[in-house]
């Protein structure tokens, strides 16, 4: 399996991931407005995002086909600290380790190729198999939110994480 660099055609893949409205607000927590999310709507999301910050979005290929994709990006003028976002794997391959590949793979560029010195990322404690996943690849719970996320009826709270060397 190989980390590469984000195509916009990958997001045409990507979409066909979010199959629900819980699956789209666990994955973006809302900042897509729109269910079923366009791969317009993520590429507008992205060069939006890239005008901000340090912006690396990245996809997970086995052989030609695409498998995952991940962002990250440099909140900081210094690069010292990243923050990994909109995780996700194909939905047929869920649950067979594909996830934990797709987060050593952003770990190692993130501190080979952009230096980090900390990795730090936001998951919904709703998202179990999500949590369970950066656990199993050594990031850490550091503090769980007291305000919650609405979603319909549910209450989800917010967990921050960081990436333990």
Same mark, same amino acid.
């Given at each position: 399996?190989?980390?590469?660099?984000?195509?916009?055609?990958?997001?045409?893949?990507?979409?066909?991931?979010?199959?629900?409205?819980?699956?789209?607000?666990?994955?973006?927590?809302?900042?897509?407005?729109?269910?079923?999310?366009?791969?317009?709507?993520?590429?507008?999301?992205?060069? !939006?995002?890239?005008?901000?910050?340090?912006?690396?979005?990245?996809?997970?290929?086995?052989?030609?086909?695409?498998?995952?994709?991940?962002?990250?990006? !440099?909140?900081?003028?210094?690069?010292?600290?990243?923050?990994?976002?909109?995780?996700?794997?194909?939905?047929?391959?869920?649950?067979?380790?594909?996830?934990?590949?797709?987060?050593?793979?952003?770990?190692?560029?993130?501190?080979?190729?952009?230096?980090?010195?900390?990795?730090?990322?936001?998951?919904?404690?709703?998202?179990?198999?999500?949590?369970?996943?950066?656990?199993?690849?050594?990031?850490?719970?550091?503090?769980?939110?007291?305000?919650?996320?609405?979603?319909?009826?549910?209450?989800?709270?917010?967990?921050?994480?960081?990436?333990?060397?």
């Amino acid at each position: 399996m190989r980390l590469r660099k984000y195509k916009k055609d990958d997001a045409i893949e990507i979409v066909k991931w979010i199959k629900t409205e819980r699956e789209k607000a666990l994955w973006s927590a809302n900042r897509y407005k729109n269910f079923p999310v366009t791969p317009e709507d993520i590429n507008t999301e992205y060069e !939006n995002t890239a005008k901000v910050c340090n912006f690396y979005p990245m996809t997970l290929t086995d052989g030609n086909k695409i498998v995952g994709h991940i962002i990250l990006r !440099n909140p900081t003028e210094d690069k010292s600290i990243f923050r990994f976002g909109y995780v996700i794997v194909s939905s047929s391959i869920r649950g067979k380790g594909y996830g934990k590949t797709l987060l050593l793979e952003a770990i190692r560029y993130a501190k080979g190729k952009l230096g980090a010195k900390k990795i730090t990322l936001g998951v919904f404690m709703e998202n179990e198999s999500a949590v369970k996943c950066y656990e199993a690849v050594g990031f850490k719970i550091v503090d769980v939110g007291k305000e919650t996320f609405k979603f319909k009826d549910e209450k989800w709270s917010f967990a921050e994480m960081e990436y333990q060397y």
